[in-house]
């Protein structure tokens, strides 16, 4: 059963754009899409980094939204993993789930 994922990627500032997308048409290939339900990418752009990895101090941020089987993830964060030019990337179940905000227990006790 495919589920839907969301992954981020921060890339090397020092890539292309045209070198990014090449990279990430690759790295999609190893998941198998559905006809009806293509990878939606996000494009943030260079952003500097909360903390310097590797050395670099910006980084070029990505995040796409796909859905695939359980048992393709193995194979493809290996092939995140050994990417020179990513510098971190992270994979999430996307629940779509929208966080509310939740009462406190201060908020329905009157103070004296």
Do not use: C, N
């Not at 559905?34 to 939606?40: D, K």
């Amino acid at each position: 059963m495919a589920r839907t994922y969301e992954a981020v990627y921060i890339f090397d500032s020092a890539l292309e754009e045209t070198a990014i997308t090449e990279k990430l048409d690759r790295f999609h290939a190893l998941l198998p899409q559905p006809a009806e339900a293509p990878v939606a990418l996000t494009t943030w752009g260079k952003r500097t980094l909360a903390y310097p990895i590797a050395g670099k101090e910006t980084g070029f941020y990505v995040i796409a939204k796909f859905e695939a089987e359980a048992t393709s993830l193995p194979e493809f964060e290996r092939a995140l993993k050994l990417d020179e030019g990513l510098l971190r990337h992270l994979v999430v179940l996307d629940e779509g789930a929208q966080m509310a905000p939740t009462p406190s227990a201060k908020d329905g006790e009157d103070e004296d």
